[in-house]
């Protein structure tokens, strides 16, 4: 009912910057928070950062003043800006989203989304 379409990885070198995107569509009544993680080989998924309907952001400690999270509720759209990569930043990114759905059969019901993720890679 909802894809959740990130774009935007890849490979820079250590200090580099690059903006992920994350495009919601299907049957959206509205979306409350969304969220960026990364997960690295060998280790568990973790939050980056946040961002709810309203804009109040949350961030990680490895991220802060670095990283950007942003949103374009009109576009049903997240952003996460990241910038002074570093070499401990390489992981697969994953958006993560909280849908109101519409449905036929049951009205508006709340569903959490993920992404299929996308690479991103700092050399050092």
């Known amino acids: 009912q909802v894809q959740l379409v990130e774009s935007g990885g890849g490979s820079v070198q250590s200090g580099g910057s690059l903006r992920l995107s994350c495009a919601a569509s299907?049957?959206?009544?509205?979306?409350?928070?969304m969220a960026w993680y990364r997960q690295a080989p060998g280790k568990q998924r973790e939050l980056v950062a946040d961002?709810?309907?309203?804009?109040?952001?949350n961030y990680a400690d490895s991220v802060k003043g670095r990283f950007t999270i942003s949103r374009d509720n009109a576009k049903n759209t997240g952003y996460l800006l990241m910038n002074s990569l570093k070499p401990e930043d390489t992981a697969v990114y994953y958006c993560?989203?909280?849908?109101?759905?519409?449905?036929?059969?049951?009205?508006?019901?709340?569903?959490?989304?993920w992404g299929q993720g996308t690479q991103v890679t700092v050399s050092s």
């Open positions: 993560n989203a909280d849908v109101q759905v519409s449905t036929t059969a049951w009205g508006i019901k709340g569903y959490r989304y």
């Open positions: 961002i709810t309907s309203g804009g109040s952001t």
């Open positions: 299907g049957s959206i009544f509205s979306i409350n928070a």
